[in-house]
């Protein structure tokens, strides 16, 4: 009786094999990770049939308790895996807020000699013949002499002999060139090991050596420019510079910092300017083992330094033993200028700009207004005003009616240098959003932005923010997640992700995301100001008033608890509550700025029409960011169905 056999799984180049526990693409292994592997298999088993989130962590996780967060995570990593985006599956398929389907056709393959290696399914050939042979004499000779088998001649007895030591001498040939071939393809699956294993990558700042106050930026700037050219390879999953710049002390374990970075390897290094050389030294670092996959140094003229990085990223390429298509070996090698001082002022500006202060981007401005007076076509540079110009107004520094138009034309210029720049889109596509509230223009560029740079998470974080003011809930949170993937540690990310749960109107998952992103720091202002809305909503105004306490005193703001404030938290109604909430800003815009919309807000819950008007007029002149989210405001509901209201939404180009 022959067994059953176990079963094989095949998907395009893919074999799933659930007892070797192992996945094979065009016949070398893939690595997974358990739970990541036990998450595939459960999809191909149950092919074509949509399976939930609670049904697949109860049969991944059974027992355990797993936050639906775990389970993305792994789908987004099996699909880097399988070379395949979410907004294009070949094989797995979101079906929103539900689970996943597996869509790509599957081939069930039952292998009744599986248990045997390549040899002895050889060796059971040549037998099976053998035995066919000798049936076929048997029959020859019983029928010349009508004799039992037994009395074969001796002639036959000697025929068979040789014909089993002939068939064991092809099997040991065959063997030994089995045993050449495995060892042939086990040396070329080594050197192919790296890339099947190492989907993502983060690029550490350098530690500069002996570097004065004026060379400080390099360590930074290195990393920056890394990760610049190699986020151009579609293959593997670069960490953006702003995840990865807060790794910048001396004694930083890299792979501590990988692993909370949630990559496989990481690139460290150290960089030192001694007069005109620049000496660097960089590693390639597994983070699973520590394992070093690739090193080498560097000691070349100052004004070599983009030979030096070009070569770095050749070599970190060729160490992942990457196949590169042609855009891709020329955009790895792409300088966007020649000139080594220019170059210099926008590593200081964005040195500068990744401060994130008023003060940190007026430098920024500066240097990169040096850089392109330096080389007026320098691109990246002016992608870096339009960045400092656009947060400056965010920040308060500016008003939005100086920023923005300075913002534009820089990101115009940029645009008209190379219009394949995704930073110089989505730059201009916040412009329209925030500033000028061309809807239609802003999607269109945030789309070329992410379609010339799927990992630019920025882009994904501000289109997120666009589709959350237009009430495209669904999609502002597949976005802003796909933002959290690519940069999974950034705080305004995780911030952002609270708004845009809080726009859609589901408090409680805004106030469960709010508080996991606390774990991260428990010291960014932005997250209390998303938290506070969500807490007024839910009537939890003792929480409310904690969080804008909080935030007011992170921010540097006089944060002294008031009589108003406390009979805020312990109001029992919202009227009440609203009363001394509005108290207190009237107090507080005596020694701060006020944000217009916010006024509004307080009016339209305490029912003042007129006064929450005569605020959001106030902010449509002053051109306030807020006014982006007018539409979808929840404490503006009050005010909807006042006509007032919908000829506001006309002139900020929203259909009433």
Known sequence: MSKPGKILYEFGPFRLDPAEHILLREGLAVSLRPKEFAVLLALVEHHGRLMTKDDLLQEVWPGQFVEEGNLNRHI????????????????????????????????????????????????ARIVTEEEEEEEASGREVIESVSEPKA??????????????????????LIGLTIVFTYAWTSRKSQETKTAATVTSLAVLPFKPIGAGEEDE??????????????????????RPTSAVRRYDAPNQDPVAAGRELGVEAVIEGSVQRVGGRIRVTVQLVSVKDRTPLWAEKFDEQFTDIFAVQDRISEQVARALTLTLSSTEKELLTKHFTENSDAYQLYLKGRYFWNKRTVEGLNKGISYFNEAVEKDPSYALAYVGLADSYSLLSDYGGLPPKEAYPQAEKAAMQALALDERLAEAHAALGLIKTSYEWDWPGAEQEYRRAIELNPNY???HQWYAEYLS??????????EIRRAKEI?????????????????????????????????MDPHFAELYGYLRRCYEQKGMYKEAIAALQTRRKLAGLDADETATLREAAAATSARVYWQRRLEQQVEDSKRELS???????????????????????KAYAERSVMMMYLKVLPNLDPLRTDPRYADLLRRVGHAP
């Open 469 to 478: 003011g237009l009430g495209r809930h669904q999609e502002a949170i597949t």
């Open 487 to 519: 940069n999974p540690v950034s705080l305004i990310i995780n911030a952002v992700e609270v708004s845009v749960f809080y726009i859609a109107r589901d408090y409680d998952q805004a106030i469960s995301q709010g508080q996991k992103a606390l774990e």
């Open 76 to 123: 987004s990593s099996l699909r880097r895996v399988l070379g395949e985006s979410s907004d294009a599956p070949q094989y797995v398929e979101t079906v929103p807020k539900v689970g996943y389907r597996f869509v790509g056709s599957v081939r069930e393959i039952r292998d009744r000699g599986a248990d045997m290696v390549i040899e002895r399914h050889t060796i």
């Open 151 to 172: 009395l074969l001649t001796t002639g036959a007895k000697n025929n068979r002999r040789r014909r089993l030591a002939f068939a064991a001498g092809l099997v040991i």
């Open 595 to 617: 944000n217009a919309v916010d006024i509004a807000e307080i009016f339209a819950q305490l029912g003042e029409k007129d006064k929450a008007f005569k605020s959001l007029e």
């Open 217 to 238: 930026y390099l360590g930074l700037g290195m990393a920056d420019a890394l990760i610049t050219k190699l986020g151009n390879i579609q293959k593997i999953n670069i």
């Open 457 to 459: 998470e920025t882009a």
